[in-house]
């Protein structure tokens, strides 16, 4: 992305969850890994595997780990040109919301001090590191186009070529192209604009007032990241904040893990009924502010409006009553699932699988990793996608041997 501004910015792309990302404490340390074994494929023909993985993301790194113990052939298939791309690509400031303690994925501890916060670059690195400790069979530079199926197997197209598998898994998170409200046509085409997932630091936005659209966990951070250069309005609705400070003593040593391991991991599940309430409000929606507080805001001098509602005469009108300008807009409302290259009948109305636990309830062989609430509150998270993916792989290692 180029540092110097550009109008109308928006575009879709690849994107991680929103949600906060932590570490699984459910470790294995397996002692060997049965030797890889992948087919080439013949000139002009697929290249065959039992299973192949799409997205080498923590999802996707996670389940190959499983797949690779059970000594199962698969490949992953990643789009970028680097394993953990897709967290490089995220804005200069950002660090996981956890101490690194909690911060590892299954059978690999995470190299840092147990109670520092990784950078987003040292988090990229710890997955690629990842994917060459276990020498996970991953292909970067490979997107795929299109996934179907033809002569009784599913096909995955990229650009270069076509895989074959009697399996496949998803491992993209429900987040992969920018949502933007109605309204953002009303928008004149000379304000600035960007989508979070472009933004990278204040260097990128023009003098002047800027609108965060957008009040979540991304909308705050960035909000504070921006504070230091800029006069900053964070427009909409109050998602609710975690009560203590996860930087602090108590937050890094007790509390984190009662909210990470406790209440997101185990209590609000698919199993309970707290959970399944629970997702039901998540809807389309974040999780309430992990590190970035109310109070926090307000000395950074962020001015908190409500929900935009209209956008009149070069000024923002708020579902509260308030009107405010600016010179920019940094749009942080969130993704659509993106799943549109998935040619098979398994997307609902509103574009996402129908699954249960990471198993398609409408197509044998089909799974899914990295889910927004695929089984928990943690299922897009670092904390519990090692639980979700050994699911999968449990799953997939039983209809092999069936």
């Keep these: 992305m180029a540092d110097t501004p550009t ?24 002692d060997t890994f049965p030797a890889a074994s992948p087919r080439q494929p013949a000139e002009g023909r697929p290249e065959r595997h039992d299973v192949v993985v799409i997205g080498a993301g923590q999802a996707g790194l996670s389940v190959g780990y499983h797949l690779r113990r059970r000594g199962i052939d698969h490949v992953i298939l990643e789009g970028a040109p680097r394993v953990g791309d897709v967290w490089r690509n ?11 303690k909690f911060d590892s994925l299954d059978g690999y501890r995470f190299p840092a001090h147990k109670d520092a916060f990784p950078t987003k ?42 895989h074959e598998a009697d399996r496949v898994v998803v491992a993209a998170a429900s987040y992969q192209k920018p949502r933007l409200p109605a309204f953002a046509s009303d928008m004149d085409q000379q304000v600035f604009q960007m989508h979070s997932q472009e ?37 909409g609705r109050d998602v609710g904040h975690i009560p203590f400070n996860i930087a602090g003593f108590m937050g890094r040593k007790l509390l984190v893990r009662l909210v990470i391991r406790g209440m997101f991991h185990r209590i609000l599940t698919m199993r309970t009924p707290m959970g399944r309430k629970f997702r039901s409000k998540m809807h389309g929606h974040g999780l309430p502010l992990i590190r970035t507080r109310p109070n926090q805001l307000e000395c950074a001098g962020v001015r908190r409006i409500g929900k935009i509602t209209a956008i009149r005469d070069g ?72 639980r979700d993916a050994e699911r999968v792989a449990g799953w997939i290692a039983a209809a092999t041997k069936g």
């Design 121 to 162: 670059d040292e988090m990229a690195d710890y997955l690629e590191a990842y994917a060459a400790k276990f020498d996970l069979p991953v292909r970067v530079n490979k997107p795929v186009g299109r996934l179907h199926t033809a002569n009784g197997h599913f096909r995955v197209e990229t650009a270069d070529g076509v």
């Design 90 to 100: 995220r804005w200069d400031s950002l660090r996981l919301f956890t101490p690194a």
């Design 7 to 30: 109008s109308d910015r928006t575009r879709t792309g690849r994107h991680p969850a929103d949600l906060v990302e932590t570490g699984n404490l459910l470790r294995t340390q397996p």
């Design 199 to 235: 933004y990278k630091n204040p260097a990128q936005i023009p003098n002047g007032p800027v609108l965060l659209i957008g009040a979540g966990n991304s909308g705050a951070e960035i909000a504070m990241d921006l504070a230091r250069t800029h006069q900053v309005y964070l427009a």
């Design 315 to 386: 000024e923002a009108v708020s579902d509260d009553g308030k009107t405010v300008p600016f010179k920019s807009v940094i749009w942080c409302t969130g993704f659509h699932s993106g799943f549109d290259w998935i040619d098979l009948p398994v997307l609902d109305d509103h574009g996402d699988p129908r699954q249960r636990f990471g198993k398609a309830t409408d197509m044998d062989g089909l799974y899914f990793a990295g889910l927004h609430f695929q089984y928990a509150v943690s299922s897009t998270m670092v904390a519990g996608v090692g």
